[in-house]
């Protein structure tokens, strides 16, 4: 099992770097990384993209792998594929990927457990967390997908991939995953 966090973004609705936002005595990509280091998953990467070299140097050190792709100016799509190549060539037996996001702060160490043991119970190939009207990130993609993951384009993410195969998706409640940073708004309110 591995986990890929996506942070490769230029925040540029925010207009600053979203992954370094101080929150509860730790910046946003940190409190992400803390959660995807506690939980079972083997392998974790993190692909930065815009600010790369600012961002790196606001982390702390931990098992979690630091990469960058130069690409990240194409979209989401660019960091998946990146950031499953480079699971697969530390790890080429991984049998799932959990992808998540860097501005989500209420992900947990739990929560991706959970993703983890529903994935094992259901042997579903998506595992995607539910925020009441919609679903998205932290989602679990099965080694079968990972296919069609590399052939993602732009920055559509995988959502399409999540709607093509949705018969075969199971879902982990996460009220709180319609949270996320993209404007000062946003920000403000977390903090408030």
């Not at 199971?170 to 977390?190: M, S």
Request: proline residues 4%; aromatic residues 4%; contains cysteine.
């Amino acid at each position: 099992m591995g986990i890929v966090i996506l942070a490769a973004g230029s925040s540029s609705r925010l207009g600053n770097p979203k992954q370094i936002l101080p929150y509860r005595n730790k910046n946003l990509l940190q409190h992400s990384i803390e959660a995807a280091v506690c939980c079972e998953a083997n392998t974790v990467i993190v692909v930065l993209g815009a600010h790369a070299e600012l961002i790196a140097k606001n982390i702390e050190k931990t098992r979690a792998q630091i990469i960058e792709t130069k690409e990240w100016k194409e979209g989401m799509a660019a960091s998946i594929r990146k950031g499953l190549d480079t699971l697969l060539s530390i790890s080429p037996d991984t049998d799932a990927v959990i992808f998540m996001v860097c501005d989500q702060p209420y992900v947990s160490g739990a929560l991706l457990n959970e993703i983890i043991n529903i994935h094992k119970k259901t042997g579903k190939p998506i595992i995607a967390s539910d925020y009441g009207e919609t679903t998205g990130p932290p989602v679990l993609f099965h080694r079968s997908l990972f296919g069609e993951l590399a052939q993602l384009k732009g920055d559509t993410g995988a959502r399409k991939i999540i709607i093509q195969h949705s018969g075969k998706a199971a879902t982990v409640p996460f009220a709180n995953g319609k949270t996320d940073i993209d404007t000062t708004e946003d920000y403000l309110a977390l903090k408030n």
